[in-house]
């Protein structure tokens, strides 16, 4: 059970994915949180300590409130409390949509139980058997917590004269060129290069400097080698799994293939991405043909 | 096929539209109202953004693009799909329909849980009322001594006396709602442990409650000690053996989860034993006010107590039995959150 991947079919068939969090970081945000309740503890008490023996009561209520309802009043507000934050957590339902009240009153006043006999002894066996590291809290009220997403809005890929690609590339290959492109700029010229140059065994790899050469391999991924700019670049005959054509590579470059490469041909590589794609992520009833494409653009 | 610049091309003004119109429908102080026209796009548009994100996904368009895509499958998901809540309305239909219903409903778990508390309760009573040493085979010396203190009518000064203050009384109904409603909370948690949790807290309460009684009455501090508990008990007693029915409920999948997954019949319990259990915490919340108020003034004449009290019994049994008669339970399922779901009608205005 090493994929902590867990994945909610939609109505719309698509499948989203929750990365669910262990035990190890959830209690780090107990941690951070049980300080901040101690710190509420000691605001409380001695701002209200003042008015004698109404203030005790008023203190009393309150401590009642923090000690219930503190993870309560957050997880309604964002989803997460303070110390969940820091570890970009967060608690939703199994269905992946926000936790509502009933889930979260729920969740939380089964605490008690997770805490049996001592620092959560029956939640820490119930997360290392439940396969969504759930604890009792969490079977009871149908929640998971997981990892908030985190999305690279500006992905900003020099964008070079492209180079079309040698071969089709697998998703997580694409994946990998990709992230260079991406990340570039976080590196140094020569680190760049560097890494770069750690491909030229396994791919073809014109002439130095070869991290350019990777910008325009990113540059095919994305724009297609004609820098495409509208969406009259239609393959006719393309199949889903070809990258790029063969026909419109540039005469510059020579057509051959390093040796390391031998799907060339169309059915090799659609039966390796067929292939692929059992281990990559399955898309549901969703159609995904060009017709549907451009009948849908025509609506907007 | 396309490349990708030119699918983000033809798709982001969709995009555009969707991060707009989920802007203003998750921003509740927004400056900008959406329309109910409005509303309705969002599901269409919704349904675009996972069609673009399959076929991204399907073409193996660049990773940050399928992210964001399935980001925004994410909270469009979430929002479509989320509880819808009328705060208010919902609190008053709760007390009203579902508390009672639910109640009524699992009978079987409240007798079994009334059986536990008060068979003790009982036993422990006569036992005590009979053997004035059999208390100290279930309290300490200490605690015996600090009770029969508390309630020795003789004692002006505590508890009941003329002296008391209203501050002190405040103090005592921060130190009931703690106090009480907290032991509710946990005979209920501890039923997921089995029920054995839930049980054994039953049964404990009910034995430390029975020997008082019996303990008190046998030293001839009837009036003191009855005049105080009658009328709060009302509340507080039936909540307490109903945050037992609600433990039992919670532990029922583990030896009986019917026609569901065993995973499946504790998410269901959770949800039917959660509203009992609210219900539970909201009588221990009126009972902390009799309490600290009522129960506690030694001004109001013991006949007038047991009146009210009398009264207060005969409304908590009567608001048990009938309450949301006539209402249909809204039988609690895994989906009935989706199923809860009324889009508004759309008015002439926003057809036009």
Known sequence: ?300 | MIKQHAFEQACDSQWQAFDRLYDILTQSQSKQVASVKEQYQFPVLYRRICQHYAIAKQRHYSPSLIDQLHQRVLLGHGLLYQNKTAYLWRLLMFVWVSFPLQLRRHWRFFWIAMVLFYLPAVALGLACYFDNEMIYSVMSEGAVAQMEYMYDPSNEMIGRSAQRQSDSDLMMLGYYINNNISIDFQIYAMGILAGLGTVVMLVYNGVIIGAVSGHLTQLGFSETFWSFVCGHGSFELMAAVIAGMAGLRLAQPLYAPGQYKRMDAFKLAGRESIQLLLGAAFMTFIAAFIEAFWSSSSVIPNGVKYTVAAVLWTLVIAYLLFAGRGYALVEANLIDDELEQHPPEPTENDRN
């Open chain 1, 1 to 300: 059970m090493l994929d902590t991947t867990n994945t909610y079919e939609t109505p719309e068939g698509i499948e989203l994915e929750l990365n669910i969090a262990g035990a190890v970081v959830r209690s780090g945000a107990w941690l951070i949180d049980a300080l901040l309740r101690f710190i509420l503890y000691l605001v409380v008490a001695t701002v209200f300590g003042i008015f004698g023996k109404a203030g005790d009561g008023i203190v009393l209520i309150l401590f009642f409130l923090i000690e219930w309802f503190y993870p309560v009043f957050f997880e309604l507000r964002s989803g997460a409390t303070p110390g969940k934050k820091q570890f970009n957590l967060i608690v939703c339902h199994d269905n992946g949509t926000p936790i509502g009240w009933q889930a979260s009153v729920t969740r939380n006043l089964l605490r008690v139980a997770d805490f049996f006999p001592v620092m959560f002894g029956a939640g820490l066996v119930s997360m290392l058997l439940n396969k969504n590291s759930k604890r009792l809290g969490d079977i009871v009220a149908g929640t998971v917590v997981v990892y908030r997403q985190e999305v690279n809005a500006n992905y900003n890929i020099k964008k070079t004269n492209p180079l079309a690609l040698p071969a089709p590339l697998l998703l997580e290959e694409q994946r990998a060129v990709l992230d260079f492109a991406e990340r570039a700029n976080t590196f140094s010229s020569e680190r760049r290069e560097e890494l770069a140059q750690l491909l030229t065994p396994y791919m073809y790899m014109p002439t130095p400097p070869y991290s350019n050469v990777l910008f325009a391999y990113a540059t095919d991924i994305l724009y297609g080698h004609h820098l495409a700019t509208d969406k009259n670049t239609l393959n006719p005959n393309g199949s889903p799994y070809t990258l790029s054509d063969n026909a419109n590579k540039p005469a510059s470059l020579p057509p051959t293939l390093p040796p390391n490469f031998t799907h060339t041909d169309n059915t090799n590589v659609n039966a390796t991405h067929k292939q692929s794609s059992h281990h990559t992520h399955q898309v549901g009833n969703v159609q995904t043909d060009e017709a549907t494409l451009s009948h849908k653009q025509g609506d907007v």
